[in-house]
């Protein structure tokens, strides 16, 4: 019973955040962009509230998909502005492990190519990893942000048009109690990881100047 009811509390808590977003209209798409392209891990949230905002204001459209993109641009830029100075020691301390190296062999073969693929596919694609990779290894910020800018107006215009045609049948499916429990269980994950993603960050941050004055020693 305990676990059912924190269960629909959880829910209610997501269907009143989506409700306010909702109600936001463009503003609430710009804001969720920004937390969608920068540290925090927010993957779908911002798809859907296009969707649902397109599929009941079809002229709204062009408006939509300039806000998704306008907060869009602005998160990859927060994200820029960390990992540019810190180059890829910096990045070493924001992207670990495989994804880095991925990252590494992608930017360096052809930056601009891999950042507007990446910028074009759906989560869980490393969307995050590759602009601060493209930062990280100098890539010029004005080429970064306009390519982003380009691409992302076209996913987002993409979806919109998706959400014309079909968007009464995907917000059916939505509503579905599976597919409920399933965006709340990644709302569970994203809050999860991005406490992860942030302690694990500050500590990297942490070590590297000891470790780098022990090595001076």
């Excluded at 204001?57 to 408006?63: D, I, N, T």
């Excluded at 820029?80 to 930017?107: A, C």
């Excluded at 869980?124 to 107006?153: E, H, W």
Aim: glycine share 8%.
């Amino acid at each position: 019973m305990k676990g059912r009811s924190r269960a629909g509390s959880m829910n209610a808590i997501i269907n009143h955040l989506f409700a306010m977003f909702i109600r936001l209209g463009a503003f609430g798409l710009l804001i969720l962009g920004v937390f969608d392209s920068s540290f925090l891990f927010m993957p779908i949230g911002n798809d859907l509230l296009l969707v649902a905002l397109t599929a009941r204001q079809h002229k709204m459209l062009p408006l939509f998909g300039a806000m998704s993109t306008a907060g869009s641009v602005l998160g990859c830029a927060l994200v820029d502005l960390v990992t540019r100075k810190g180059g890829e020691e910096g990045l070493e301390k924001i992207v670990s492990g495989r994804q880095l190296n991925y990252v590494r062999r992608r930017v360096k073969k052809s930056a601009g190519w891999a950042l507007a693929l990446a910028a074009l596919m759906p989560p869980p694609f490393p969307f995050t990893a590759f602009i601060a990779g493209a930062s990280a290894f100098q890539y010029p910020r004005k080429k970064l942000l306009s390519v982003i800018a380009a691409t992302r107006f076209v996913r987002f215009l993409a979806i919109g048009l998706l959400a014309i045609f079909f968007g009464e049948s995907i917000l059916r499916l939505a509503n579905s109690p599976a597919v409920r429990t399933g965006i709340l269980a990644l709302a569970v994950i994203c809050v999860v990881s991005s406490v992860v993603s942030v302690v694990s960050w500050i500590k990297r941050g942490q070590h590297a100047p000891a470790a780098a004055e022990s090595s001076a020693q």
